[in-house]
């Protein structure tokens, strides 16, 4: 977060509606309901963050390897999604900065919400909270969006920004170099820096200046993201503050082009007052974020409630004012969570080669090796199929070792009409000493077998991390198939673990 005065500029969030022709019938149509974001899976990609800055000389800052790796891991994460990526480079201080943009296909293309959240940290510490927390939630609701196969009307985009901690580069960069149509498409940003200092206090950006203090108020239109925003803190009880467009964050360079915004904010260096703490609870005359832009800026630094109820803030905003829509689901036709033994077979053909790490349903242990492996959360619930649960006394020993395991569903018995969709959750995580000879992989066997999935393995180190998969079977419609979960170690010594999670198959 950076300082700096905004000027307002004028814009407009016209509000949806759907015209229809007076002869038509009504249309019906399904509003999707925002979900709960899972706050494990916001942590889970903290870790990540975090793991990359200690592996990086301590932090993720400009020019520094830490940030690039950031980049990749949060673009693996939306490629494997199905969100359509693009890096931008740009050069601020002699080194090379990126911002990363995603884009979740379908909607208006002349209507564009768009979400941000800066990446980099300063060069002091990992910056956790400062903004592992924005970038991360920001992240989840993505891979949510994912998940939901959300339909918008609105266009939705993502945006996670370089070089913020040297004075908004990467966001101005991105700015600058739209066109003044492109910039017109962008009806409102929602930015997110900084959503869980471990004293927090919940700030709204002002978006009409009805506090009446500060920079004044932001593009008209920006207070309709404001009320988006306090609505959801009002519907579970939080009271909110607003908190100025002072330019300390990404939405600088949107709102000197026009563009509305809005977002939430937790504190940083600031002082929670007595009436603050009465409020939110805390510690009165105490910084937001002790640690800010500190070395102790780390997954400690991080009060998990606060950022629980900024990510669910973020996916109601989201689902809200991209005036999400969902088809008519239809039905499931089979689904596992892993809760209760369902019948899955091990090695059900005979011919596995691991000598240890067998896939089995189980409630993991987390592993590590300088970098996480074995998951020790699931995506829901406690059990996942995972290659060997235990830990062990290091992270190679029940990992997967000599060749291929094997796990088998119990046999499904697919409609013979409408879409299918086989639906997944996975991670496949390795050391550098893996080749891609090691994979996970899905197959659906039924009067023939094909491969619906594969990740393999390569010479690097590839941290744990839920991902989400979903592939059309409709070849096999009317037929009784299974799922075939495999997992391989090539026999060259490497460390290799696998889980899957919450398998469904849909028909629409």
Not at 96 to 118: C, E, K, Q
Not at 287 to 310: E, G, K, P, V, W
Not at 415 to 439: E, I, K, R, V
Not at 444 to 464: D, E, I, L, Y
Request: hydrophobic share 40%.
């Amino acid at each position: 977060m950076k300082t700096s005065r905004l000027l307002a500029a004028l814009a407009a969030i016209a509000p949806l509606a759907l015209v229809t022709p007076a002869s038509a019938a009504p249309v019906k149509i399904l509003l999707a309901a925002a979900p709960n974001i899972s706050v494990t899976n916001v942590k889970a990609h903290l870790a990540q963050l975090q793991s990359i800055a200690t592996a990086n000389g301590g932090n993720r800052a400009h020019g520094r390897p830490g940030y690039l790796a950031s980049v990749n891991y949060v673009r693996g994460q939306l490629d494997a999604a199905g969100w359509t990526t693009t890096v931008q480079s740009f050069t601020y201080n002699g080194a090379t900065g990126y911002n990363l943009i995603a884009d979740w296909p379908g909607g208006d293309p002349n209507d564009v919400l768009m979400v941000g959240a800066h990446l980099d940290s300063v060069t002091a510490g990992p910056g956790i909270n400062d903004n592992g927390s924005g970038s991360s939630a920001n992240l989840e609701v993505a891979l949510e969006v994912a998940r939901q196969h959300l339909t918008t009307t609105k266009h939705l985009r993502f945006g996670w920004w370089g070089a913020e901690e040297l004075g908004l580069r990467g966001s101005s960069a991105y700015v600058s170099s739209l066109s003044a149509t492109e910039r017109s498409k962008i009806k409102g940003y929602l930015n997110f820096d900084m959503v869980g200092s471990p004293n927090p206090g919940y700030f709204v950006y002002d978006g009409d200046n009805s506090d009446g203090t500060g920079a004044g108020p932001g593009p008209a239109g920006s207070a309709a993201l404001e009320k988006v925003l306090q609505d959801y803190f009002t519907s579970i009880g939080v009271p909110t503050e607003g908190t100025d467009f002072d330019g300390r964050s990404d939405y600088g360079p949107f709102i000197n082009a026009g563009i509305p915004a809005g977002g939430t904010f937790t504190g940083a260096e600031g002082r929670k007052s007595a009436a603050q703490a009465a409020k939110w609870g805390g510690t009165s005359g105490t910084a937001f974020d002790r640690c800010y832009h500190s070395s102790c800026d780390t997954t400690a630094n991080i009060d998990d409630t606060a950022l629980d109820r900024n990510a669910d803030a973020i996916a109601h905003a989201v689902w809200t004012l991209a005036a999400g829509t969902t088809t008519p689901p239809g039905s499931t036709v089979w689904s596992d969570t892993f809760e209760t033994a369902t019948g899955w077979t091990a090695n059900p053909s005979g011919t596995d080669t691991a000598t240890a790490g067998a896939f089995e349903r189980g409630d993991p242990a987390a592993t590590s090796s300088g970098v996480a492996l074995q998951l020790g959360t699931t995506v829901s619930g406690s059990y996942d199929l995972v290659t060997g649960a235990a830990a062990g006394t290091t992270a190679g020993d029940f990992d997967v070792d000599g060749g291929l395991t094997s796990i088998r569903s119990p046999a499904i018995t697919l409609p013979s009409s409408g879409t299918l969709t086989l639906q997944f959750s996975w991670y496949l995580a390795h050391l550098n000493n893996a080749t891609s000879a090691d994979f996970l992989r899905v197959r659906v066997v039924g009067t023939t077998t094909t491969t619906v999935f594969t990740q393999a393995g390569a010479a690097s180190n590839r941290a744990g991390a839920w991902a989400t998969a979903s592939v059309n079977i409709s070849a096999y419609s009317g037929q009784t198939v299974r799922i075939l979960v495999e997992a391989n170690d090539s026999g060259t010594a490497s460390l290799v673990e696998a889980g899957v999670d919450d398998v469904r198959i849909t028909q629409s």
